[in-house]
C-alpha cells in the first residue's frame, strides 16, 4: 500500500477481529500466571499494533456492537438467533481492550440498535465525500458490498500470512458480479448461517452466483420464475417473501445516526505510560516495544562493536560483519539500547560470536565469572544423554549478546576445553540458566563436569507461573518475546533416517542457533524471574524444583537393570496364554473372528449375541466396545471376562513384556526413564522413554512384572511407600479431627471410616463395608457424586446419595474444606498446595456447569494430589542429601508417585532403609504421622 497517500481512514471491526484472535490462539490460549484468558486481547492488540506499524493510516477508529441490532430485529425476530453464546475470555477481554484503545487514544464507536457494519457502513459512506480512502478491516464477506474505488476491505493475514486489500476488481472477481452492490443480492439468495438470514430456499453459494449472472439481482430473479424449472422453481416461488426479507436483512445500512467529524479520528500520539499500565497487569511485555515502535520517529543509529556494525534503519536492521573471535568484553549498553526484538533472527539485531581458542576462551570465562547470572546450553549429536557427544555450548548474559564455543569431535579435546570452562559451571554463587536444564546437567555430568550452585531452568519456571501451558523454548519464546526461534529441523533436517545430527552444520549455522538459544534463554528468564516473586513461587522454585532437578538427574543416569531372560520367557506364557484365551472366546461365540478388530468383535457381541438391544454406536458407525462398556457387560455372559482378560494379557505383552528389552541401554544393560517435572498440572512427576510409573499393578499378572525389575550383583532392591498419603494429607490441610485421631492412634482409616459410618464397632466392620468406605473415602478427594460410587459399590444411588450424606456427618470439617476451597478457587482464580504450588482454573466460573463441575473437583483435588507430590519431592532431596552427606553407595533409581524405589549395596541395607524411612516420615512437619512402609528383596516385586 501508498503510504504517501493522504486521508486514509481505517475502521477496524472489533468484535470480528477479538474473535479472530480468541480462536486464533484457541488451541493453546494465552493464559497469565493468575489463569486470566488474554488470547482475544493479545491476538486484537497484536493486529492493532501491526496495522499501525505497516499502514501508518492519517485516521482510525474502532467500532463496537451496541446493545441488540433491534433495527433487524423489529423485523425479523429470529435475526442472529443461532449465534452461540460468547465465550467468556471474550466477555472479559472487551473492558480491557477498550482500556487500551482509550489509552492509545482510538475512537471507539458504536450506537445503540445499529450493528458495527452499520456504523462502519455510515462512516465509510460519508468519509468518501470527503475525499478519504477508507479501509474497512474485517474478515465479514458482508462488508464487499460497501466497496467502491475509495473503500475497501483490509482483511489481516491469518497465522502470520499476507493481507488481502479487496478494492472493486477484486470483488467482482470473487463473486463473479458486475457490481459490488450485487453482494447483497448474492447473500440475500443464499442466505446466511452465521446470521440467520434465510434466504431462498434450495439456493446455494453456486446457484446463487448463476441466478446473478442470469438475473442480476433478487428482484429481477422473483419476477422470472418462470424460466426456472422443476423443484427449484417451486422452492423459489414459495421463498420469494422470505428472500426480499433476507435482502433487507443483508442490506449495510450507511445511514446510521453517527457525525463524521474528521478531527475526532486522527491517530495521535497514545498515553505510553497508561497503555503500559493496562499491558502489566495482563503480562503483555513486550507488545509495549512493538507499540512504542509502531509510533517512534523513523531513526538511524549505528553501533559499531568490534568488528561488526550494527545498523538500525527506519525500515528494518542491517548486520555487517561475520561471527568472529573476540575482544568483545567492552560496554554493551549501546547494543541493549539498539536491538528491537522482531519476528526472526533474520530480523534482529544481536551480537553472536564464536570462540574457538583457548587463549580467548579464557578471557570469555573470566568475563562470565563477573556476571550475576549466565544462561548456558550445549548442542549434541543426540538427545539420548548416555550416546550424545557435545558439539557446543553458547552463553549469554545481555540481550543480543551471545557467545558460541565449537567443540572438537575427539573427547579428550572437548575435555581440555571443559577444564577451561569449569571454573564457570562450579561457581556456587553465579546464577546458571538454561531451559530444560537437566539436560545440560546429564550431558556435562559425563564429561565429568558437574554443575554447581544455584540454578534457575526457565522451562520449570514457566510451568510453576502456567502449570496448564505449553512449556518449550520456541513455543514460549514466540508468545513472550515475540520472536520465532530458528527450527533445529532447517539444519539437521526433520525427523527420520536421514536425519543429521548439529555436527553436520557449518560453524556459521552452529553459531547462530546455539547462540540464539542462549539469548532467548536469558531473556526468557528476566521475564520469569520476577513473575516468580511476585507470584510467591520462588520459594517452591528454588528450594524444591531446582534441587529436585539434580536429583532426577542422578537418577536418571543410574538406570535400573532388567532380567531379559525372565521377560523372554514371560512373553511365551502370554502368548500361550493369549491363544488359549482366544480358543476359548471363539468357542463361547460359536465363530473366529479377528480379536483386535472393534469392529467384528462389536459384530459378535451385540449382533450375533445380542447382548445388549442398546448399544452404543461410535461416530465411526461402528459398536463401542471400550473396556468401560464391555465391565457392564461382565455379567451377561461369560465371553466378556475372557475378552478383558485377553486385552490385559495383549497390553502387558506388547506394552512391557515385549518393550521393555527394546529399552536397556548397549553402554550399561540397563534402563534408563526420564523424569518430567512440567507435565502433570497437580505437580506430580511423570515418566517417559520408557513409562515406568504405568507397570500394572491392579492384577496379579501385572504385578509380576516388576520381578523383571532386579538389583545388581551384591545388591538389593528397596521399595519405600508412602501408606495412604492423600488421606492424611487432607485431614491435616482440612483439620478434620475425626479423621487426624484415627490416624494418629494408628487405626485403619477405610475400617474407622466404616465403623462411623454403619455406626457399628471397629471389631464388627465386614469386608464389603471397609471397601465401601474405601471408596468413599478416595472418592471424596476426587469429587465423586452418589452416580459415581453406586457404580462402583453396586450400591443403588439413592443408597450412595446417603452414605456421601453420612459421611459428611462424619467428617464435618472435610465439608467445610471442599466447600472453602471451592469459593477461594471463584474469588482467586486457583488453588495452592501446602508448600503454594499454584493451579490455575480458569473454568472455575463458567456458564457451563459440566466445565464449572470439573474445576470444582479440580479445586478440591488438586491441592491434595499436589500436596503429596510436594511431599514426596521434599523427601526425595532429603535422602539424596543425607546419602550423599554419609557417603553411602544406596542409589535412589525409581519415583512412582507415593512410592521410592532403591538400589543398595547388601552391607548398606539396614541403614539405608533407616535413614529412607526417617527422611519420608519426617518430610514434612505435619500433625497427621506420615507412615512409610519399607520393603526389601532382590527385585522390585519382592520389594514391594
Same mark, same amino acid.
Given at each position: 500500500?501508498?503510504?504517501?497517500?493522504?486521508?486514509?481512514?481505517?475502521?477496524?471491526?472489533?468484535?470480528?477481529?477479538?474473535?479472530?484472535?480468541?480462536?486464533?490462539?484457541?488451541?493453546?490460549?494465552?493464559?497469565?500466571?493468575?489463569?486470566?484468558?488474554?488470547?482475544?486481547?493479545?491476538?486484537?492488540?497484536?493486529?492493532?499494533?501491526?496495522?499501525?506499524?505497516?499502514?501508518?493510516?492519517?485516521?482510525?477508529?474502532?467500532?463496537?456492537?451496541?446493545?441488540?441490532?433491534?433495527?433487524?430485529?423489529?423485523?425479523?425476530?429470529?435475526?442472529?438467533?443461532?449465534?452461540?453464546?460468547?465465550?467468556?475470555?471474550?466477555?472479559?477481554?472487551?473492558?480491557? %481492550?477498550?482500556?487500551?484503545?482509550?489509552?492509545?487514544?482510538?475512537?471507539?464507536?458504536?450506537?445503540?440498535?445499529?450493528?458495527?457494519?452499520?456504523?462502519?457502513?455510515?462512516?465509510?459512506?460519508?468519509? *468518501?465525500?470527503?475525499?478519504?480512502?477508507?479501509?474497512?478491516?474485517?474478515?465479514?464477506?458482508?462488508?464487499?458490498?460497501?466497496?467502491?474505488?475509495?473503500?475497501?476491505?483490509?482483511?489481516?493475514?491469518?497465522?502470520?500470512?499476507?493481507?488481502?486489500?479487496?478494492?472493486?476488481?477484486?470483488? @467482482?472477481?470473487?463473486?463473479?458480479?458486475?457490481?459490488?452492490?450485487?453482494?447483497?443480492?448474492?447473500?440475500?439468495?443464499?442466505?446466511?448461517?452465521?446470521?440467520?438470514?434465510?434466504?431462498?430456499?434450495?439456493?446455494?453459494?453456486?446457484?446463487?452466483?448463476?441466478?446473478?449472472?442470469?438475473?442480476?439481482?433478487?428482484?429481477?430473479?422473483?419476477?422470472?420464475?418462470?424460466?426456472?424449472?422443476?423443484?427449484?422453481?417451486?422452492?423459489?416461488?414459495?421463498?420469494?417473501?422470505?428472500?426480499?426479507?433476507?435482502?433487507?436483512?443483508?442490506?449495510?445500512?450507511?445511514?446510521?445516526?453517527?457525525?463524521?467529524?474528521?478531527?475526532?479520528?486522527?491517530?495521535?500520539?497514545?498515553?505510553?505510560?497508561?497503555?503500559?499500565?493496562?499491558?502489566?497487569?495482563?503480562?503483555?511485555?513486550?507488545?509495549?516495544?512493538?507499540?512504542?515502535?509502531?509510533?517512534?520517529?523513523?531513526?538511524?543509529?549505528?553501533?559499531?562493536?568490534?568488528?561488526?556494525?550494527? @545498523?538500525?534503519?527506519?525500515?528494518?536492521?542491517?548486520?555487517?560483519?561475520?561471527?568472529?573471535?573476540?575482544?568483545?568484553?567492552?560496554?554493551?549498553?549501546?547494543?541493549?539500547?539498539?536491538?528491537?526484538?522482531?519476528?526472526?533472527?533474520?530480523?534482529?539485531?544481536?551480537?553472536?560470536?564464536?570462540?574457538?581458542?583457548?587463549?580467548?576462551? @579464557?578471557?570469555?570465562?573470566?568475563?562470565?565469572?563477573?556476571?550475576?547470572?549466565?544462561?548456558?546450553?550445549?548442542?549434541?549429536?543426540?538427545?539420548?544423554?548416555?550416546?550424545?557427544?557435545?558439539?557446543?555450548?553458547?552463553?549469554?548474559?545481555?540481550?543480543?549478546?551471545?557467545?558460541?564455543?565449537?567443540?572438537?569431535?575427539?573427547?579428550?579435546?572437548?575435555?581440555?576445553?571443559?577444564?577451561?570452562?569449569?571454573?564457570?559451571?562450579?561457581?556456587?554463587?553465579?546464577?546458571?540458566?538454561?531451559?530444560?536444564?537437566?539436560?545440560?546437567?546429564?550431558?556435562?555430568?559425563?564429561?565429568?563436569?558437574?554443575?554447581?550452585?544455584?540454578?534457575?531452568?526457565?522451562?520449570?519456571?514457566?510451568?510453576?507461573?502456567?502449570?496448564?501451558?505449553?512449556?518449550?523454548?520456541?513455543?514460549?519464546?514466540?508468545?513472550?518475546?515475540?520472536?520465532?526461534?530458528?527450527?533445529?529441523?532447517?539444519?539437521?533436517?526433520?525427523?527420520?533416517?536421514?536425519?543429521?545430527?548439529?555436527?553436520?552444520?557449518?560453524?556459521?549455522?552452529?553459531?547462530?542457533?546455539?547462540?540464539?538459544?542462549?539469548?532467548?534463554?536469558?531473556?526468557?528468564?528476566?521475564?520469569?524471574?520476577?513473575?516468580?516473586?511476585?507470584?510467591?513461587?520462588?520459594?517452591?522454585?528454588?528450594?524444591?524444583?531446582?534441587?529436585?532437578?539434580?536429583?532426577?538427574?542422578?537418577?536418571?543416569?543410574? $538406570?535400573?537393570?532388567?532380567?531379559?531372560?525372565?521377560?523372554?520367557?514371560?512373553?511365551?506364557?502370554?502368548?500361550?496364554?493369549?491363544?488359549?484365551?482366544?480358543?476359548?472366546?471363539?468357542?463361547?461365540?460359536?465363530?473366529?473372528?479377528?480379536?483386535?478388530?472393534?469392529?467384528?468383535? $462389536?459384530?459378535?457381541?451385540?449382533?450375533?449375541?445380542?447382548?445388549?438391544?442398546?448399544?452404543?454406536?461410535?461416530?465411526?458407525?461402528?459398536?463401542?466396545?471400550?473396556?468401560?462398556?464391555?465391565?457392564?457387560?461382565?455379567?451377561?455372559?461369560?465371553?466378556?471376562?475372557?475378552?478383558?482378560?485377553?486385552?490385559?494379557?495383549?497390553?502387558?505383552?506388547?506394552?512391557?513384556?515385549?518393550?521393555?528389552?527394546?529399552?536397556?541401554?548397549?553402554?550399561?544393560?540397563?534402563?534408563?526413564?526420564?523424569?518430567?517435572?512440567?507435565?502433570?498440572?497437580?505437580?506430580?512427576?511423570?515418566?517417559?522413554?520408557?513409562?515406568?510409573?504405568?507397570?500394572?499393578?491392579?492384577?496379579?499378572?501385572?504385578?509380576?512384572?516388576?520381578?523383571?525389575?532386579?538389583?545388581?550383583?551384591?545388591?538389593?532392591?528397596?521399595?519405600?511407600?508412602?501408606?495412604?498419603?492423600?488421606?492424611?494429607?487432607?485431614?491435616?490441610?482440612?483439620?478434620?479431627?475425626?479423621?487426624?485421631?484415627?490416624?494418629?492412634?494408628?487405626?485403619?482409616?477405610?475400617?474407622?471410616?466404616?465403623?462411623?459410618?454403619?455406626?457399628?464397632?471397629?471389631?464388627?466392620?465386614?469386608?464389603?463395608?471397609?471397601?465401601?468406605?474405601?471408596?468413599?473415602?478416595?472418592? %471424596?478427594?476426587?469429587?465423586?457424586?452418589?452416580?459415581?460410587?453406586?457404580?462402583?459399590?453396586?450400591?443403588?444411588?439413592?443408597?450412595?446419595?446417603?452414605?456421601?450424606?453420612?459421611?459428611?456427618?462424619?467428617?464435618?470439617?472435610?465439608?467445610?474444606?471442599?466447600?472453602?476451597?471451592?469459593? @477461594?478457587?471463584?474469588?482467586?482464580?486457583?488453588? *495452592?498446595?501446602?508448600?503454594?504450588?499454584?493451579?490455575?482454573?480458569?473454568? %472455575?466460573?463458567?456458564?457451563?456447569?459440566?466445565?464449572?463441575?470439573?474445576?470444582?473437583?479440580?479445586?478440591?483435588?488438586?491441592?491434595?494430589?499436589?500436596?503429596?507430590?510436594?511431599?514426596?519431592?521434599?523427601?526425595?532431596?532429603?535422602?539424596?542429601?543425607?546419602?550423599?552427606?554419609?557417603?553411602?553407595?544406596?542409589?535412589?533409581?525409581?519415583?512412582?508417585?507415593?512410592?521410592?524405589?532403591?538400589?543398595?549395596?547388601?552391607?548398606?541395607?539396614?541403614?539405608?532403609?533407616?535413614? %529412607?524411612?526417617?527422611?519420608? *516420615?519426617?518430610?514434612?512437619?505435619?500433625?497427621?504421622?506420615?507412615?512409610?512402609?519399607?520393603?526389601?528383596?532382590?527385585?522390585?516385586?519382592?520389594?514391594?
Amino acid at each position: 500500500m501508498d503510504a504517501t497517500q493522504d486521508k486514509r481512514l481505517f475502521l477496524i471491526d472489533a468484535y470480528a477481529m477479538i474473535f479472530r484472535g480468541y480462536y486464533a490462539l484457541i488451541r493453546n490460549p494465552r493464559l497469565t500466571s493468575t489463569g486470566l484468558d488474554t488470547s482475544a486481547i493479545f491476538g486484537f492488540t497484536n493486529s492493532l499494533i501491526e496495522l499501525i506499524r505497516r499502514e501508518k493510516p492519517t485516521h482510525l477508529a474502532v467500532v463496537f456492537d451496541v446493545g441488540r441490532a433491534s433495527v433487524r430485529t423489529d423485523d425479523f425476530a429470529d435475526y442472529k438467533a443461532n449465534r452461540s453464546e460468547t465465550p467468556e475470555a471474550i466477555k472479559i477481554a472487551v473492558p480491557y %481492550i477498550h482500556r487500551i484503545l482509550e489509552g492509545m487514544h482510538i475512537p471507539i464507536l458504536g450506537v445503540e440498535g445499529y450493528e458495527a457494519d452499520d456504523v462502519i457502513g455510515t462512516i465509510a459512506c460519508k468519509a *468518501e465525500k470527503e475525499g478519504y480512502t477508507t479501509f474497512m478491516v474485517t474478515p465479514d464477506k458482508d462488508f464487499a458490498q460497501l466497496v467502491t474505488d475509495k473503500i475497501k476491505i483490509y482483511k489481516p493475514g491469518l497465522k502470520g500470512g499476507d493481507i488481502e486489500i479487496l478494492g472493486v476488481e477484486e470483488v @467482482k472477481a470473487k463473486y463473479e458480479i458486475e457490481d459490488p452492490k450485487q453482494v447483497i443480492d448474492y447473500l440475500a439468495m443464499m442466505g446466511d448461517a452465521v446470521d440467520n438470514i434465510p434466504g431462498l430456499e434450495g439456493v446455494g453459494e453456486k446457484t446463487a452466483m448463476k441466478f446473478l449472472k442470469e438475473f442480476g439481482s433478487i428482484e429481477n430473479l422473483l419476477a422470472n420464475t418462470d424460466k426456472l424449472k422443476g423443484k427449484l422453481k417451486e422452492k423459489v416461488e414459495a421463498s420469494a417473501e422470505r428472500g426480499i426479507l433476507s435482502k433487507k436483512l443483508a442490506t449495510i445500512i450507511c445511514d446510521a445516526p453517527i457525525e463524521f467529524h474528521q478531527e475526532q479520528y486522527d491517530l495521535e500520539t497514545p498515553d505510553f505510560e497508561k497503555v503500559k499500565e493496562v499491558f502489566e497487569e495482563i503480562e503483555f511485555r513486550r507488545l509495549y516495544e512493538n507499540l512504542y515502535r509502531a509510533f517512534a520517529p523513523a531513526v538511524t543509529e549505528t553501533v559499531v562493536v568490534s568488528e561488526v556494525e550494527v @545498523k538500525q534503519t527506519p525500515t528494518g536492521t542491517e548486520i555487517k560483519g561475520q561471527a568472529m573471535q573476540l575482544d568483545l568484553f567492552a560496554n554493551f549498553e549501546e547494543l541493549d539500547q539498539a536491538t528491537s526484538t522482531k519476528s526472526s533472527i533474520e530480523h534482529n539485531d544481536h551480537l553472536y560470536q564464536f570462540v574457538d581458542n583457548p587463549k580467548a576462551q @579464557k578471557k570469555l570465562v573470566d568475563n562470565l565469572l563477573k556476571q550475576r547470572a549466565v544462561c548456558f546450553d550445549t548442542e549434541t549429536t543426540s538427545l539420548n544423554e548416555l550416546e550424545a557427544e557435545l558439539v557446543g555450548m553458547s552463553f549469554s548474559y545481555k540481550k543480543g549478546l551471545a557467545y558460541y564455543i565449537p567443540l572438537s569431535e575427539s573427547r579428550e579435546e572437548v575435555l581440555q576445553t571443559l577444564e577451561i570452562f569449569r571454573p564457570f559451571f562450579e561457581k556456587e554463587d553465579l546464577l546458571k540458566i538454561a531451559h530444560n536444564l537437566k539436560f545440560d546437567y546429564k550431558i556435562l555430568k559425563q564429561y565429568d563436569i558437574t554443575v554447581k550452585g544455584a540454578m534457575f531452568d526457565t522451562m520449570i519456571a514457566h510451568y510453576l507461573l502456567n502449570p496448564d501451558g505449553r512449556h518449550g523454548m520456541d513455543y514460549l519464546s514466540e508468545v513472550f518475546l515475540n520472536y520465532k526461534p530458528v527450527s533445529i529441523e532447517t539444519i539437521i533436517g526433520k525427523k527420520g533416517k536421514k536425519q543429521g545430527t548439529f555436527r553436520d552444520a557449518d560453524l556459521r549455522t552452529q553459531t547462530d542457533y546455539a547462540a540464539e538459544d542462549a539469548d532467548v534463554t536469558f531473556q526468557l528468564y528476566e521475564l520469569f524471574a520476577p513473575q516468580l516473586k511476585k507470584e510467591n513461587l520462588e520459594d517452591l522454585f528454588f528450594n524444591i524444583e531446582m534441587p529436585l532437578m539434580e536429583v532426577l538427574a542422578k537418577m536418571e543416569l543410574a $538406570g535400573i537393570s532388567l532380567d531379559e531372560k525372565w521377560l523372554a520367557q514371560e512373553s511365551i506364557d502370554l502368548e500361550n496364554d493369549l491363544r488359549n484365551l482366544e480358543k476359548t472366546i471363539f468357542e463361547l461365540s460359536e465363530e473366529e473372528f479377528n480379536m483386535n478388530s472393534p469392529k467384528q468383535l $462389536g459384530e459378535i457381541l451385540f449382533e450375533k449375541m445380542q447382548l445388549d438391544p442398546k448399544a452404543k454406536k461410535t461416530k465411526t458407525g461402528q459398536y463401542a466396545t471400550s473396556e468401560d462398556v464391555l465391565q457392564k457387560l461382565a455379567s451377561k455372559h461369560e465371553i466378556i471376562k475372557h475378552i478383558l482378560e485377553y486385552r490385559t494379557y495383549q497390553k502387558l505383552k506388547s506394552t512391557y513384556v515385549d518393550a521393555l528389552p527394546s529399552q536397556i541401554d548397549k553402554l550399561d544393560n540397563r534402563v534408563h526413564t526420564n523424569f518430567s517435572q512440567t507435565t502433570a498440572a497437580t505437580g506430580r512427576l511423570a515418566s517417559v522413554n520408557p513409562n515406568l510409573q504405568n507397570i500394572p499393578i491392579r492384577t496379579l499378572r501385572g504385578q509380576q512384572i516388576r520381578g523383571a525389575f532386579v538389583s545388581g550383583e551384591g545388591k538389593k532392591i528397596i521399595s519405600a511407600d508412602y501408606s495412604q498419603i492423600e488421606l492424611r494429607l487432607i485431614a491435616e490441610i482440612s483439620g478434620e479431627d475425626n479423621m487426624i485421631k484415627a490416624f494418629q492412634d494408628g487405626e485403619d482409616i477405610h475400617a474407622s471410616t466404616a465403623a462411623k459410618l454403619f455406626k457399628i464397632p471397629l471389631e464388627e466392620v465386614s469386608k464389603t463395608q471397609r471397601s465401601q468406605a474405601k471408596t468413599v473415602n478416595f472418592g %471424596i478427594i476426587y469429587g465423586q457424586g452418589a452416580f459415581a460410587l453406586a457404580e462402583q459399590t453396586g450400591l443403588s444411588r439413592t443408597e450412595a446419595k446417603q452414605m456421601i450424606e453420612a459421611y459428611f456427618e462424619t467428617y464435618p470439617k472435610l465439608k467445610e474444606y471442599m466447600a472453602e476451597q471451592v469459593n @477461594k478457587a471463584r474469588q482467586m482464580g486457583y488453588v *495452592e498446595t501446602i508448600l503454594g504450588r499454584k493451579r490455575h482454573l480458569k473454568d %472455575i466460573n463458567s456458564n457451563n456447569f459440566v466445565v464449572r463441575g470439573h474445576a470444582e473437583r479440580n479445586a478440591v483435588n488438586a491441592p491434595v494430589q499436589g500436596s503429596a507430590a510436594d511431599v514426596v519431592k521434599l523427601a526425595m532431596i532429603k535422602i539424596d542429601r543425607e546419602l550423599e552427606e554419609q557417603q553411602m553407595k544406596t542409589k535412589m533409581l525409581l519415583q512412582v508417585h507415593d512410592e521410592l524405589v532403591f538400589e543398595a549395596p547388601a552391607d548398606e541395607i539396614e541403614a539405608a532403609s533407616k535413614l %529412607i524411612k526417617t527422611e519420608m *516420615e519426617n518430610a514434612l512437619k505435619t500433625q497427621v504421622p506420615l507412615l512409610v512402609e519399607i520393603g526389601v528383596g532382590n527385585n522390585w516385586l519382592e520389594a514391594h
